[in-house]
């Protein structure tokens, strides 16, 4: 079982920052992959950025890819997605993911919203 918990969610301005926080229960090195996801109301959960906890390689959706960093502290099981520039379209609740083998695990979620 791994236990997945998001913060730093919140509102902030078109062109702003925020810096989504997810601490794993587990040592963030023995799981797969971890990365973050989100929702908009009435569509599906979309894939924002991964990374290879092994590797430490990252992908990234092309809506985000220049503005969205993912990261790790792998002493504090830790993983961040620093988002810049931010844009109403980015408004989601987001959800932090880890994969072990076959098995899916997933953050509560955080909310970001994006005023204008």
């Known amino acids: 079982q791994v236990q997945l918990v998001e913060s730093g969610g919140g509102l902030v301005q078109p062109g702003g920052s925020l810096r989504l926080s997810c601490a794993a229960s587990r040592n963030i090195n023995s799981l797969d992959v971890m990365g973050w996801y989100r929702q908009a109301p009435g569509k599906q959960r979309d894939l924002v950025a991964t990374?290879?906890?092994?590797?430490?390689?990252?992908n990234y959706a092309d809506s985000v890819k220049g503005r969205f960093t993912i990261s790790r502290d792998n002493a504090n099981n830790m993983v961040y997605l620093q988002m810049n520039s931010l844009k109403p379209e980015d408004a989601a609740v987001y959800y932090c993911?880890?994969?072990?083998?076959?098995?899916?695990?997933w953050g509560q979620g955080t909310q970001v919203t994006v005023s204008s």
């Open positions: 993911y880890a994969r072990l083998f076959t098995l899916n695990y």
């Open positions: 990374i290879a906890s092994g590797h430490g390689s990252t």
